[in-house]
């Protein structure tokens, strides 16, 4: 199975911050990696996929960067609504599998 | 409004058995291919399995820890989904999600990716 190892697990922000989440997968996954944002009580939403591509009705704020083994996430400018954690995920062959999350919180 | 619903949890004990269902609406979903995935408490999200249409086989896919003892199955006609639960362990109490598998094109390029999710149902394996 592929691992993914997000960094880093947790971190804190303040309203208008740049955030950047990195993702590593333990081999070559070419540009097949997901992001997603997670709220408590709330489903999942896919916000990037195909390594850079922007889910539709996501926000431009956010972006992805990245192929092979290393991914970024990268959101310019947080807003109230993204304190949430965030998971990467590998659709390059199955079982697919995510990230252990990174936790976004307020400062 | 595409919409994924999902019911069925609650409080069983070790090695009984449980099905979960997933009530889909707003999108062709004899066509769709679906996922569950789990959340268990404190930890992150994971796959737990997959099916593909029957237009495309109706093939499944498990994750490790779940494989022979849950199965995903469908009812195109009722358009809803299930996950079938036995033998279950402590380690299976979670939030499960129905979610939708779908190819989404970038670049000229098809991926995947689980795009449409439910709210879940929980899940609570306790003696």
């Known amino acids: 199975d592929i691992q993914m190892t997000q960094s880093p697990s947790s971190l804190s922000a303040s309203v208008g911050d740049r955030v950047t989440i990195t993702c590593r997968a333990s081999?070559?996954?070419?540009?097949?990696l997901n992001w997603y944002h997670h709220k408590p009580g709330q489903a999942p939403r896919l916000l990037i996929f195909?390594?850079?591509g922007l889910q539709s009705g996501v926000p431009s704020r956010f972006s992805g960067s990245g192929s092979g083994t290393d991914f970024t996430l990268t959101i310019s400018s947080l807003q109230p609504e993204d304190f949430a954690s965030y998971y990467c995920?590998?659709?390059?062959?199955?079982?697919?599998?995510f990230g252990q999350g990174t936790k976004v919180e307020i400062k | 409004e595409v919409q994924l619903v999902e019911s069925g949890g609650g409080l069983v004990k070790p090695g009984e058995s449980l099905t979960l269902s997933c009530a889909a609406s707003?999108?062709?979903?004899?066509?769709?291919?679906m996922s569950w995935v789990r959340q268990a408490p404190g930890k992150g999200l994971e796959w737990v399995g997959r099916?593909?249409?029957?237009?495309?086989?109706?093939?499944?896919e498990y994750a490790a820890p779940v494989k022979g003892r849950f199965t995903i199955s469908r009812d195109d006609s009722k358009t809803t989904l299930f996950l079938h639960m036995n033998s279950l362990k402590t380690e299976d109490t979670a939030v499960y999600y129905c979610t939708t598998d779908s190819r989404l094109r970038h670049l000229g390029y098809y991926y995947y990716g689980l795009d449409v999710w439910g709210r879940g149902t929980t899940v609570t394996v306790s003696s």
């Open positions: 081999q070559s996954i070419s540009s097949y």
């Open positions: 995920q590998q659709s390059y062959s199955t079982p697919w599998t």
């Open positions: 099916i593909k249409s029957k237009t495309d086989g109706g093939t499944t």
């Open positions: 707003g999108f062709t979903f004899s066509i769709a291919w």
């Open positions: 195909a390594a850079s």
